[in-house]
């Protein structure tokens, strides 16, 4: 939660002084919400009290890690229009050609100011709710053996 903290203030400071709000990348925020769903579900998940302080913040640490994980991962999923509808983001630009890291991290971006809070939304599920991607990802994988078996020749 400190890196969290550090990171946001390192970005609101950047922002506020003037800095290219273009230089920061979208990923940066989706991380940061899915941080923030994390440790707002943290008093909701039961603890016996069996573990120390030290045990404790290395846990939250460790739940903060992979909630932005499973935020990037979800990013990934809505920017590669694996899933799509009214629900979740659009991102117009992302057929354009690949111009390398550098482009596709900075100019990949949501279509609306909607699309952007859609994008922060759902990566404050991804990580208040633990199970969520995971599922996601089940499913996904559920589908796509039900494809390749439904058309042999798509694996080619």
């Not at 579900?41 to 039961?46: D, L, V």
């Not at 120390?52 to 990037?72: G, N």
């Not at 100011?113 to 996601?136: C, H, I, M, Q, R």
Request: hydrophobic fraction near 45%; proline fraction near 4%; aromatic fraction near 14%.
């Amino acid at each position: 939660m400190v890196a969290a903290s550090l990171i946001a203030y390192a970005t609101y400071h950047h922002l506020m002084s003037g800095g290219d709000t273009e230089s920061v990348p979208i990923s940066v925020f989706v991380g940061l919400a899915a941080i923030v769903g994390s440790a707002v579900n943290q008093p909701f998940r039961t603890d016996d009290g069996s573990m120390d302080y030290a045990s404790q913040a290395l846990y939250f640490a460790w739940k903060c890690s992979v909630a932005a994980a499973f935020a990037l991962v979800l990013y990934l999923v809505f920017m590669g229009g694996i899933i799509s509808g009214g629900l979740f983001p659009e991102f117009p630009n992302r057929t354009e050609g690949y111009n390398g890291i550098r482009c596709f991290v900075l100019n990949v971006n949501p279509g609306t100011n909607a699309d952007f809070a859609k994008l922060l939304a759902w990566s404050f599920v991804a990580g208040f709710s633990e199970k969520f991607v995971p599922n996601l990802i089940a499913k996904l994988e559920g589908q796509s053996r039900a494809y390749a078996k439904d058309n042999p020749s798509a694996e080619e």
